[in-house]
């Protein structure tokens, strides 16, 4: 999920706190708890710090180790650590339990958007990515603001956020069903797929949608229970030639292809040498796919430039490319 949603969330396990009676008894142990689970609710995101180095690290990282179950035992621990240090006003035990909830749930809520997680990392590097709820979700987020005002003005925190999670929990079983009738309506199109990678969207009633069988990749979207297709490339695995073999040697196509899992490939001959362009599929927008990778080589195929990241025109692509041309020099 995004920032604003995992702190609203980290609020709102504050507020539930107040069932905990080691809590609810000492007001300033409340303050303790509620910074404890504010700052858990977030730790396992404190990884975005990547980005300051590049996108390369920050796409091949981000949501990997600091979102694994080693990483969910050692969040709370150091968080907690830290929060008792400076605020002792609580068992260390009681202040590690909501801790480890909100890094628990913050890992566990996020593995339900398209973007996913290595949640099972070190068992296996694998993205899990259900691709149930939008990395922003409206109703999540005004659900704890309504939960907020209610606080505001008098309701018992424990029992509204309590009731709230509860709600949330049918409203996550109703998204689930939701886009299984989507996928199993792709399927009775295409009954020979492979594999179907599935986006939501803001609308409860679109979802993105990409379809791969042995021979095609159908880019579509359905809208309302009815499929409708973009576009439709023919699926050619990775090849294994001397030029794309290159390209692979640069780490910002290295990162997007640790994250990825359907793309289609473009190799261009331009002036100086080579073009390897890599597209992932799944996140297309008024008709512009902003999620690449690319790759620019001389003629004796050293990389002279490379770019992957989010980009939305050509124009801004092509200054990124510019831009990292020093880079290589």
Known sequence: MDTATHAVMGIGLGGLAVLDPAVAENPAAMQTVMAATIIGSQAPDFDTILKLRNNAVYIKYHRGPTHSIPAVLLWPLVVAGTIYAVSPEISFFHLWIWTFIAVFLHVFVDIFNAYGTQALSPFTR????????????????????????????GAPPGITFLSLYFGLIFYYAWRIKARNKVLKRAAQFHPGATHFFIS??????????????????HVTESRNGKLQYFESYPF?????????????????????????????????????GWEVKFIDLRYRSKGYYPFVAVVRLNKDLTIYTSYTGWIYSDETLEKK????????K
Not at 137 to 153: C, E, K, N, T, V
Not at 240 to 260: E, H
């Open 321 to 328: 490319l510019k831009q990292g041309e020093k880079l290589f």
């Open 126 to 153: 694998r993205w899990i990515a259900l691709g149930v709820i939008n990395i922003f979700d409206p109703l999540i987020f005004l659900a704890h603001i309504l939960g907020f005002i209610l606080w505001r003005y």
């Open 200 to 217: 939501p969207t803001f609308n409860w009633n679109k979802w993105h949608l990409v379809i791969r069988t042995k021979e095609r990749l």
């Open 236 to 272: 050619e695995p990775i090849p294994d030639n001397k030029i794309i073999n290159a390209a692979r040697n640069d780490r910002n196509l290295a990162a997007f292809l640790s994250f990825s899992p359907t793309y289609r490939w473009i190799v261009t001959e331009i002036d100086r």
